[in-house]
């Protein structure tokens, strides 16, 4: 009955793996959060926005100043989300140092910390395993061969 037993220390034991890089992870998706959050009030905004502009046109009345300041927002939102992204980029790009952990850019060929040879080893990348999975390039149908006709089927 120690067949449970081993399956618990196991997962323990991948528990302490993930939590080693937890930090990262943790930083990785708090940008995601944000920028999750910041592309659902733009949508909010544009509702808002719509609300108001037909409000306008029900009562002919001017648009007011709080359009224009829901449109300003939007295009902060958007400079941010550009932020958030470029930050997760920078993110793609880190491999950790297979030595000592730490996250170190993946154009390095050795750690700066511990001077460890860095493989490229795309499994390390920091948080990337799903949120950047690319399927495999499927190969292009290979173009149909135009049918010969088979001489003397006919006879
Ligand atoms: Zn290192």
């Given at each position: 009955?120690?067949?449970?037993?081993?399956?618990?220390?196991?997962?323990?034991?991948?528990?302490?793996t993930?939590?080693?890089?937890?930090?990262?992870?943790?930083?990785?998706?708090?940008?995601k959060?944000?920028?999750?959050?910041?592309?659902?009030?733009?949508?909010?905004?544009?509702?808002?926005?719509?609300?108001?502009?037909?409000?306008?046109?029900?009562?002919?009345?001017?648009?007011?100043?709080?359009?224009?300041?829901?449109?300003?927002?939007?295009?902060?939102?958007?400079?941010?989300?550009?932020?958030y992204?470029?930050?997760?980029?920078?993110?793609?790009?880190?491999?950790?140092?297979?030595?000592?952990?730490?996250?170190?850019?993946?154009?390095?060929?050795?750690?700066?910390?511990?001077?460890?040879?860095?493989?490229?080893?795309?499994?390390?990348?920091?948080?990337?395993?799903?949120?950047?999975?690319?399927?495999?390039?499927?190969?292009?149908?290979?173009?149909?061969?135009?049918?010969?006709?088979?001489?003397?089927?006919?006879?």
């Amino acid at each position: 009955m120690d067949f449970l037993e081993k399956v618990k220390n196991a997962v323990g034991s991948a528990a302490q793996t993930v939590g080693k890089k937890s930090g990262e992870v943790v930083e990785f998706s708090k940008i995601k959060y944000a920028m999750f959050e910041a592309k659902g009030e733009i949508k909010d905004l544009k509702e808002e926005i719509g609300g108001a502009v037909y409000d306008s046109y029900k009562n002919n009345t001017p648009l007011d100043e709080i359009v224009k300041e829901k449109c300003a927002r939007i295009d902060e939102l958007t400079k941010q989300i550009g932020e958030y992204e470029k930050q997760l980029d920078n993110y793609k790009s880190m491999v950790k140092c297979p030595q000592c952990g730490k996250s170190v850019k993946d154009d390095y060929n050795f750690c700066p910390e511990c001077g460890a040879k860095l493989a490229v080893d795309k499994e390390a990348e920091v948080g990337a395993e799903q949120e950047y999975y690319t399927p495999p390039q499927s190969e292009p149908e290979p173009a149909a061969e135009p049918e010969i006709p088979t001489e003397g089927a006919a006879e």
